[in-house]
């Protein structure tokens, strides 16, 4: 645009000596072109062909063009069998001992069911039905409130990591930012270290946190913890190095030291951002804390796992409920206090 207003002895040039620079060259183009030769290769490689085929399928499916698809039945039976969500919990009345039938625990009932079994008979070699009679201790919403606990560990889970998460990033941002940094090794040890945790999975770092420290919450909390301090730690040394100059340069001219800057001149600045962070993660740590629960490490990841693989969607569906109602709590709390604070 520079050729296109220049002017000459103080006049415009006309319209037709203007020379306006293409938006792209053949440097652009060629790129364009190998990205799109890597996609089209890699797309092969996923898939990508046979998941629009599918996802077309049951969009066709959906909208009545097509009687079925393998997407829709496979994710349809799936979802069907969530429902009706399992509140309650029931236990076979012969396998709880000292149980008084005169002094039941509150809200409980005994129930009795009949249960169809099927055995060889030994004599005939065929196989019989008999009809028994099972009773069970049923609590009309235990297995519910089983789940409340399960999510109350996990959020639980989520506070200390994000505890944990602070704290370590807290000196990987002072030495990770470069206006900060004491020398070069420093900013260098600071910023690996940033970069190894973020490159870490959380759901890596607990397998091996529970070789060390066994099966629970430990390994939950502090798989999390490590690796958001590597989300926090980066995002904390950013913001202080994007902070406005000037006020730390009139402390500085004053006579301040570093330490006294970064707490009266960078920190009024850079709070509001490091809080939606730091929501943010605790946000984010709840949700992966019910995931790193898959591997042992405590929260309602177990009991959804244990579930899942006894077939017991209904406690699946109650499980991923909760989930979802908690996460999207905190989700409307997190935002307010974001807004409060930074509008």
Do not use: C
């Amino acid at each position: 645009m520079r050729e296109a207003i220049l002017q000459t002895g103080g006049h415009p040039r006309p319209a037709s000596e203007w020379h306006l620079r293409a938006p792209y060259d053949w440097r652009a183009a060629l790129a364009v072109l190998l990205i799109a030769t890597a996609l089209f290769w890699s797309g092969q490689r996923m898939e990508v062909g046979k998941m629009l085929n599918l996802t077309g399928e049951a969009v066709a499916a959906g909208v009545g063009l097509k009687d079925e698809s393998q997407v829709g039945k496979g994710l349809g039976r799936m979802i069907g069998a969530l429902f009706p969500f399992v509140i309650e919990d029931r236990r076979e009345l012969a396998r709880i001992t000292d149980l008084d039938r005169d002094a039941l625990p509150m809200f409980t009932r005994i129930e009795a069911t009949e249960v169809t079994t099927y055995h060889l008979n030994a004599d005939t070699l065929q196989v019989e039905q008999q009809v028994e009679v099972k009773e069970y201790l049923v609590h009309p919403f235990g297995y519910l409130t089983k789940v409340l606990s399960k999510m109350v560990e996990t959020f639980e889970i989520a506070i200390w990591a994000t505890i944990i998460s602070v704290l370590l990033s807290i000196p990987l941002a002072f030495f990770g930012a470069r206006n900060y940094t004491p020398n070069r090794f420093a900013y260098s040890a600071s910023r690996g270290v940033v970069s190894f945790l973020r490159s870490m999975p959380e759901l890596i770092i607990a397998m091996f946190l529970v070789l060390g420290f066994g099966f629970g919450a430990i390994a939950g909390y502090l798989a999390l913890g490590l690796h958001g301090a590597g989300f926090l730690g980066k995002f904390y040394a950013e913001d202080i190095e994007a902070a406005d100059r000037k006020p730390q340069e009139a402390l500085t001219a004053l006579g301040a030291g570093k330490l006294r800057v970064l707490r009266a001149a960078v920190l009024p600045q850079v709070a509001p951002s490091y809080v939606a962070y730091t929501l943010y993660i605790l946000d984010r740590n709840v949700r992966m804390a019910a995931v790193i629960g898959l591997v042992g490490a405590g929260g309602i990841g177990q009991e959804l796992k244990g579930r899942y693989d006894t077939f017991e969607y209904g406690h699946v569906g109650t499980i991923l409920l909760v989930i979802f109602l908690t996460v999207f709590v905190l989700d409307q709390v997190s935002a307010r206090v974001r807004a409060r604070l930074i509008g």
